[in-house]
């Protein structure tokens, strides 16, 4: 069974089109059969064959918030981008809705591979990936995995499995903790099979948020609740579902990223509260690794973690312009 198209008509993005690319909406399926809907970005002014990139995240964002900013913004420089809503979110299908998995997610990726190099204004050979905040996880993981990716960018990320599995700075890195999750979460399921719904966690906090709330929690509000909200958007809403859990509290992620030979860079606010995610991922990707030399890990001052979801001050687009075009030949 699979949520029906309905795709929205009018621009409903947190943010303006540019006059400089053309937009439409496309559609794609995942080897699993969900149909992925996804905004597409064109240079309005460009010859031959276009680099092509796919973008998403962040976890539990749609692509009307700020994937869909990057595409756009990686457009006016001249790639043809996507930005899709994952699987069981936004206006892709998908039943139940608000779920996710490592498997899958890291699938749509791939599918969203497949869909650019079928494409006849695209370079086959010249595809990149962008993930933004969990999905910059699962695009280093989907980067492990399909050696079509010539070039990887992972922003503001987050390894869901290490914060599912250990919690926020690890302070839950033990076994009686997982053991109180994974008896909540059994606990849930139960409920959630009795009344024949999925109960939602809730999403980001409602504005003005409560002083003692930490500062990363206030953060998402402001954005999610605030100057990006979104009705389709998880986290401006009621966010995922509780057993949504279940599978990234007790999987292995980001395995053999030392053994990636195309091209990745991480990018990460070094005021970020997740900046021990990406500094983490980049060890491990060039730990014994012998392919080392199209590694990058690249450090903002006093970036905070949205500062890399909509502040065009921050965002270092010239740079990942940069290394798109050097690592797509």
């Known amino acids: 069974m699979s949520k029906e198209l309905n795709l929205t008509k009018e621009w409903d993005k947190t943010f303006d089109l540019s006059e400089k690319v053309n937009h439409k909406k496309v559609i794609f399926k995942n080897h699993f059969g969900i149909t992925l809907v996804a905004d597409m970005y064109e240079p309005k002014e460009h010859e031959g064959l276009l680099s092509a990139i796919a973008v998403s995240g962040p976890y539990g964002a749609v692509k009307e918030q700020c994937s869909g900013l990057y595409a756009m913004k990686m457009a006016e420089r001249g790639f043809l981008t996507i930005a899709f809503d994952p699987s069981y979110t936004g206006e892709s299908t998908g039943i139940p809705r608000y779920m996710s998995s490592p498997d899958i997610n890291t699938e749509d990726f791939m599918a969203s591979v497949d869909y650019l190099r079928s494409l006849e204004n695209v370079d086959k050979e010249k595809i990149g990936i962008i993930g933004i905040c969990g999905w910059g996880g699962i695009a280093l993981n989907t980067a492990a995995i399909d050696p079509r990716i010539k070039a990887t960018i992972s922003s503001t990320m987050y390894d869901m499995t290490r914060v599912s599995a250990n919690g926020y700075f690890d302070e839950a890195d033990n076994e009686e903790a997982r053991y109180k999750m994974r008896v ?146």
């Open 184 to 329: 909540a979460i059994s606990c849930q399921r139960d409920e959630d099979y009795k009344t024949g719904e999925y109960k939602l966690a809730g999403g980001c906090l409602e504005l003005p948020v409560p002083e003692d709330a930490p500062f990363f929690v206030k953060d998402y509000s402001e954005y999610y609740k605030g100057r990006c909200y979104h009705k389709r958007s998880l986290n401006s809403n009621g966010g995922w579902a509780i057993q949504n859990n279940t599978s990234w509290l007790n999987a292995k992620f980001l395995q053999y990223t030392n053994e990636i030979r195309n091209a990745v860079m991480i990018v990460h606010g070094d005021k970020a509260h997740s900046y021990y995610f990406g500094k983490t991922a980049y060890e491990n990707m060039i730990k014994n690794s012998k392919f080392t030399d199209n590694k990058k890990f690249l450090s903002l001052p006093n970036a905070v973690h949205t500062d890399l979801y909509d502040n065009l001050d921050v965002i270092p687009f010239d740079e990942m312009e940069k290394f798109m075009n050097e690592n797509m030949k």
